[in-house]
């Protein structure tokens, strides 16, 4: 079951430019995660955000949290072409079995 | 200190196979997470082990099962395999269960014929 949904599906940017990436949800969460993915391989987590935060900054990243809409933004600052990659939201949802519910991502190119 | 290490990277396997995968996790972690990535469907959650014991199951048929070992290595079978069950196949470990980073391996891709 997909929880998360991240908007847009694609983005294309140019260097030096910032990105900012979507995220609704469903259900009541006690956190929030950004995850990259390079082409093909493993998950790279960027930064956790709790049900009770707003805002939170890690370096060229800042995520957001609105409870009251269901819905997180990533932010990613001075985009460098290494951050072309896909991106996905995930969350834990309270009372659920599963661990992290994952969106179906967004695919981020920066072109250089 | 190491990161998840999944083995192997790539399969091949045919249709009716079985086919077991591998995930050690960081060193002091104890908890272990298995998702599946295809294009159709996202990343989905298959099971976690703490302990060895199994705290949580996503929506799977019974043919995928895991386990997970004394040292917390875990592994996961799939048997009378699909031509749907191509995938990546991700492990994740984190330090306690319930914990909230995962640290993701770089998964091993599956290849039905």
């Known amino acids: 079951s997909q929880q998360g949904e991240e908007d847009p599906q694609a983005l294309s940017i140019q260097e030096g430019e910032n990105a900012t990436m979507n995220c609704s949800y469903k259900?009541?969460?006690?956190?929030l995660q950004w995850y990259r993915q390079n082409s093909g391989r493993g998950l790279v987590h960027l930064i956790l955000i709790r049900s009770n935060e707003r805002e939170k900054h890690s370096g060229r990243l800042r995520v957001t949290l609105d409870t009251s809409k269901k819905s997180s933004s990533l932010l990613i600052t001075a985009s460098r072409a290494a951050d072309t990659a896909s991106y996905f939201c995930a969350t834990d949802a309270q009372g659920g079995s599963e661990k992290l519910v994952f969106g179906k991502g967004m695919k981020l190119t920066v072109n250089p | 200190k190491a990161g998840v290490t999944q083995t192997p990277r790539y399969l091949i396997k045919t249709r009716g196979q079985q086919v077991t995968l591998s995930c050690s996790p960081i060193?002091?972690?104890?908890?272990v997470s298995w998702y599946q990535q295809t294009p159709g469907q996202g990343l989905q959650f298959l099971f976690e082990y703490f302990s060895e014991t199994q705290r949580n199951k996503g929506n799977f048929p019974g043919r995928f099962s895991g386990r997970q070992f004394s040292n917390s290595r875990s592994e996961m079978n799939v048997s009378t395999l699909e031509l749907g069950d191509s995938a990546l196949y991700l492990c994740?470990?984190?330090?306690?269960?319930?914990?909230?980073?995962?640290?993701f391996g770089q998964g091993t891709r599956l290849t039905v014929v």
């Open positions: 060193s002091g972690h104890r908890s």
């Open positions: 259900t009541s969460i006690n956190n």
């Open positions: 994740a470990s984190s330090l306690a269960w319930g914990g909230e980073r995962a640290f």
